[in-house]
């Protein structure tokens, strides 16, 4: 299975020189309990502003157009193709992790959406990119706690595809 997974603020801003613009432990600890022993992709703008390393208990695959690029302990690929035929054999959930170009070309594939979305406004340089969301049924929407810690309002929502009826045949 295919599955996207991301946080956005309320303009659909998801990063800021290849960061996150915000701290939201919460999301982060959510993001985890997602990902763990699953696999995620990225870019390799994307990894390398997570400090080049792949993250514990889950594969990680790097996208890059380099056929020079190496990077310790992550798969590194370079077309959306191969990605595809990984997670038709994963056992598990191959999680789409950012950049806006990554969320962009696997979009179409994807069959759920978790998003987290902050009830705020940040300086951005990277937007997830235009959703049709009447292509897909929100099936879980859980308010986030908000402490000292999780300075922000915000929700997890998740969404999964609509099934068409070509595509029940």
């Known amino acids: 299975m295919l599955a996207?997974?991301?946080a956005?603020?309320?303009q659909g801003t998801i990063g800021k020189e290849n960061r996150l613009p915000w701290h939201l432990?919460?999301?982060l600890k959510f993001f985890k309990q997602m990902t763990e022993d699953n696999t995620i992709v990225m870019g390799r703008k994307t990894f390398e502003g997570m400090g080049s390393r792949p993250l514990p208990n889950r594969q990680t695959i790097v996208m890059t157009r380099d056929k020079n690029y190496k990077a310790s302990g992550v798969i590194v690929v370079h077309d959306i193709d191969?990605?595809?035929?990984?997670a038709q054999e994963f056992s598990g959930i191959t999680f789409i992790a950012g950049g806006s170009k990554v969320y962009e070309e696997f979009l179409p594939?994807?069959?759920?959406?978790y998003r987290t979305v902050i009830s705020h406004t940040f300086d951005g340089d990277s937007v997830f990119p235009e959703v049709s969301w009447e292509d897909w049924t929100?099936?879980?929407?859980?308010?986030?706690?908000q402490d000292e810690q999780n300075y922000y309002s915000y929700q997890f929502e998740t969404y999964q595809r609509k099934v068409c009826p070509e595509q029940e045949e």
């Open 82 to 86: 191969e990605v595809l035929a990984y």
């Open 8 to 10: 956005q603020d309320e």
């Open 109 to 113: 594939y994807c069959d759920v959406l």
């Open 25 to 27: 432990p919460n999301d």
């Open 4 to 6: 996207a997974i991301w």
């Open 138 to 145: 929100l099936i879980n929407l859980s308010p986030g706690e």
